[in-house]
């Protein structure tokens, strides 16, 4: 990154006095800037911080993303205190609100998401830290007429000759100083944080019930509200009979919202009582015709033919007839929800034409954006608190801001301060689903089994399209959300004639990047097809890879590594069977190992081991931590996640039909970090994408059957 | 005298004609005692949440299919999303609250030393299934871990460390 410091980084004073360090990321753009920020200068600087050291020597930290279980709660204080030069247990981690000062250095909007957090604010949080120390270290100098490269910074503290001051003594003067044009950081073997493993910092308050999520929220007066939504998917009230829910005690008050009825009583119960009590009917919206079965025919149509180009060399159907051997393929991936374990809420407090809201989420921009626009005040009279979120995997970044706009029609309309509490029902019936996917592949063999050209067409409907407020219209109508992972599979470097096509759907089921996105799919169908390929070749899966990454070095260091430690060639116990899986995603190389074995049918995952190459690993545990959490949530999306859909219902309902893996079905974790000088990728989401297809292929190794559609408990193995 | 009332099932007034299930009802919880308005029907952990103000307790399904709620009544693990609150009347209920003074529990120490939480939000639902696990089986095996645990959702998959820090708990123990 090549920055202009004195265009994003400034330092003032602070009202109650102090030091304040804020920055603003110039001229960055939205998506087309990933990987670069643009280095254009001139945007103003904003009042908040990110780093406040206060007279009384508190270390504040203000983050700009949300810590939703990622860890980031403990990595960016890890870069900020690296420079500072203080104890990371010193400082003090908050949320930042709404602000664009918090916007995004890649994306240029307020989000955490994408796996970005960590890589994409290295600098930033650095330079702060570093700035901050300078600034410091000039005013004991200053006041002690030391040198300034004879004065020392050390926890939190400056010794200047034989005197030594604490960074809240040295703040205020601090404040004053300019900031200097030039902060040099401090190399890698210098540095006592970064790259060492460091226990997250939330973790005292998660284990004793003090963390505050947007459940959590409570004040006097502060009711609940429930919603009434339509059985078929998007459906509008048409009329309603409140006597009934009126009439139980502790409800308040009933309002039709444009989503539906909210019951607002005096506690979660009470309004549940209220919204069964309660008589709606409703008007079906255009999810009426929408079943999974006739989905699925009309997918499996459009994907057998060619869709909009997506990568495209030599001439595939050509490549195809002088094919030796021809293998096809027609995957099937359903909906999914996110569930998180927190189901979604949002406390809404409207007073005096000003708006307070704690919710959490991923997208307090858009969601302060939704709320102005609904109330009809200006943003800056919204105020956006973010709480611990509850688990996000994407779920709580929505575009449309569809919760939350909820709740503040449920406060607009009933005139109460309102925390809207959807049940778990609602949250796996609230639709923002991973799409539901087909992909069609033909790949041609020669007479060696080697692929030599490759049909690729995925029908899906397109996530950007429904986020084009916030990142954007898609450029030519592709979606890389829906292709990422089959666009710029290093598998077709070899595969000289080649076609990458997409079909994008429209359904009246809104949907939603959820952890790993495209990836979901993509890493499913290219690894479980290479594995097919192999296996027709009469490859060792692992061997048969390796080939295909003479050009991508990290794909190969990842494998390689797996390969190793997880004892790839060692015979296994009688009945257990091994399968593999690699991918790239988010700018981390995973490579994956299963082991399996099938009983009753159903198959029994008993070992995983994963090796990663994320570049540089600023906090291994917590990279362990995620890969771990991706796994298990593959693992998840492999087993069981389904949701079905019958003439607009929902099917599912909660976790007995909805059904997310438990301790006893998970499997011994191995993690294995690739020492890596690569560039630097994210952590949160990359494990999920391998995870699926090595126990896919552990499962063909075991009974010969390639499973094309997920989940597996619909099939009898 | 407010020691004798904790131990004893009473109920003082009926509030409410239109409701007549609901009282004025004293829930200890721990080893302090509440006294709220509440239909004996309400689930024990939106008495907890929104009438006691305990928030420490999580609500995740409803249904007893998550554990989030998970509470202690009398020393007994119980999902409190479907348990009335009427059975909790007279007995000792313990939330992630009330499990120790200072963070101290083995299961919190060990909590932290595996780095187990991630968002976070089931953790005080596993932590008290886990106690009740480790008090009636001080060296659980994996199958026991298994058996007492599968009942606690934990979406972002921390149940390695969770399996870990609870072999780490009974060993402190042992060790006591």
């Not at chain 1, 203000?62 to 990595?75: P, R, Y």
């Not at chain 1, 079906?284 to 994907?303: E, P």
């Not at chain 2, 919190?108 to 089986?137: H, T």
């Amino acid at each position: 990154m090549n920055m202009d410091r004195r265009n994003f980084i400034k330092s003032g004073a602070l009202v109650a006095g102090g030091l304040l360090i804020s920055f603003t990321i110039p001229g960055a753009n939205k998506m087309a800037a990933m990987g670069e920020v643009a280095t254009s200068a001139g945007l103003p600087f904003s009042p908040n911080a990110f780093l406040k050291i206060g007279t009384d020597n508190s270390i504040t930290v203000l983050l700009s993303h949300v810590e939703m279980g990622q860890g980031i709660w403990t990595t960016l204080p890890m870069l900020l205190a690296e420079e500072l030069d203080v104890d990371l247990n010193q400082i003090i981690v908050k949320h930042g609100g709404a602000d664009e000062a918090f916007n995004h250095p890649v994306y240029g909007i307020q989000i955490t998401g994408g796996s970005t957090t960590t890589w994409s604010e290295f600098d930033r949080y650095r330079n702060a830290g570093a700035t901050a120390r300078i600034l410091l270290t000039q005013v004991a100098a200053k006041r002690t007429g030391v040198a300034i490269e004879n004065c020392k910074t050390e926890n939190g503290t400056v010794t200047a000759g034989g005197k030594k001051f604490t960074y809240g003594e040295l703040a205020a003067d601090a404040a004053l100083l300019p900031v200097p044009e030039k902060v040099t950081l401090r190399s890698k073997d210098n540095w006592k944080y970064i790259g060492k493993s460091v226990k997250r910092l939330d973790a005292g308050v998660k284990t004793n019930g003090k963390a505050i999520f947007g459940m959590d929220i409570q004040f006097p007066g502060l009711l609940t509200a429930v919603v009434a939504h339509s059985p078929v998917f998007g459906g509008k009230v048409k009329s309603f009979n409140a006597t009934e829910a009126k009439a139980i005690k502790g409800v308040r008050q009933v309002v039709q919202i444009p989503t539906g009825v909210a019951v607002i009583a005096d506690n979660y119960y009470a309004a549940q009582q209220g919204k069964r009590a309660l008589r709606v009917t409703w008007v079906n919206g255009s999810a009426v015709g929408i079943s999974t079965t006739k989905q699925t025919a009309a997918y499996k149509k459009l994907a057998a033919s060619n869709g909009l180009t997506v990568q495209k060399q030599g001439n595939a159907s050509d490549g195809l007839s002088k094919s030796t051997k021809v293998l096809k393929a027609e995957y099937v991936f359903p909906y999914l929800a996110h569930a998180p374990m927190e189901p979604l809420n949002c406390t809404v407090k409207i007073e005096n034409g000003k708006c307070e809201i704690w919710t959490g989420t991923q997208l307090p921009g858009v969601e302060q954006a939704a709320a102005a626009k609904i109330l009809g005040f200006a943003p800056e009279n919204i105020t956006i608190n973010v709480p611990f979120l509850g688990g996000g995997f994407g779920r709580r970044a929505t575009p449309t801001a569809d919760f939350v706009s909820e709740a503040v029609h449920i406060a607009k309309a009933s005139g109460k301060p309102v925390k809207m509490v959807w049940s778990r029902e609602d949250d796996i019936k609230g639709g923002y689903f991973r799409p539901f996917v087909v992909h069609n592949v033909t790949a041609g063999l020669d007479i060696k089994g080697r692929p030599v050209a490759w049909n690729h067409n995925i029908a899906s409907q397109s996530i950007m399209k429904g986020a084009a407020n916030v990142l954007g219209e898609l450029k030519d109508s592709i979606d890389d959300t829906t292709v990422e992972g089959v666009k710029g599979s290093p598998y077709f470097t070899s595969i000289p004639d080649h076609f990458i096509g997409l079909h994008n759907t429209e359904e009246a089921i809104p949907v939603l990047w959820f952890r790993s996105v495209g990836h979901t799919h993509t890493a499913y169908v290219m690894e479980t097809m290479m594995d097919e390929v192999a296996h027709n070749a009469g490859r060792d899966p692992v061997e048969y890879r390796r080939g295909f990454f003479k050009e991508h070095p990290r794909h190969l260091a990842a494998l390689n590594l797996v390969a190793e430690k997880g004892n790839w060639k060692k015979a296994l116990p009688t009945g257990h069977f091994k399968g593999v899986a690699v991918a790239e995603a988010f700018g981390s190389y995973v490579a994956t190992i299963a082991e399996v074995s099938i009983l009753n049918g159903q198959v029994k995952v008993h070992k995983i081991d994963c090796a990663i190459d994320c570049g540089l690993a600023v906090n291994p545990e917590g990279v362990k931590a995620q890969v771990e959490s991706g796994i298990i949530f593959g693992l998840t999306m492999a087993l069981y996640g389904e949701i079905t859909i019958e003439d607009g219902k929902l099917q599912q309902n909660n976790f007995y039909d909805y059904k997310i893996a438990r301790i006893h079905e998970t499997p011994e974790i191995n993690v294995y970090i690739v020492e890596s000088d690569g560039k630097m990728g994210g952590v949160g989401e990359c494990a999920v994408p391998p995870t699926a297809p090595a126990i896919a292929n552990a499962i063909f190794a075991a009974t010969g059957k390639r499973i094309y559609n997920l989940p597996l408990m619909n099939h009898k193995l | 005298m407010r020691k004798q009332q904790l131990f004893t099932y009473y109920i003082i007034t009926k509030v409410s004609f239109v409701n007549n299930n609901y009282y004025m009802i004293t829930l200890k919880v721990n080893e302090k005692a509440y006294e709220i308005d509440a239909s004996i029907d309400m689930p024990l952990l939106w008495a907890l949440r929104d009438l006691v103000g305990l928030t420490g307790t999580k609500f995740g399904c409803g249904v007893a299919q998550c554990g989030a709620c998970t509470v202690h009544l009398d020393g007994e693990a119980v999902r409190s999303c479907v348990t009335k609150v009427e059975r909790a009347v007279g007995k000792n209920i313990t939330t992630i609250e009330g499990l120790s003074l200072d963070n101290d529990h083995p299961l919190q120490k060990a909590w932290l030393e595996f780095d187990v939480p991630q968002c976070g939000y089931c953790q005080s639902g596993q932590i008290m299934s886990a106690a009740v696990l480790l008090r009636e089986n001080p060296s659980p095996t994996d199958q026991d871990i298994d058996d007492a645990m599968a009942g606690n959702i934990c979406r972002c998959g921390t149940y390695p460390r969770i399996r870990a820090a609870i072999h780490q708990a009974a060993k402190t123990l042992k060790n006591k």
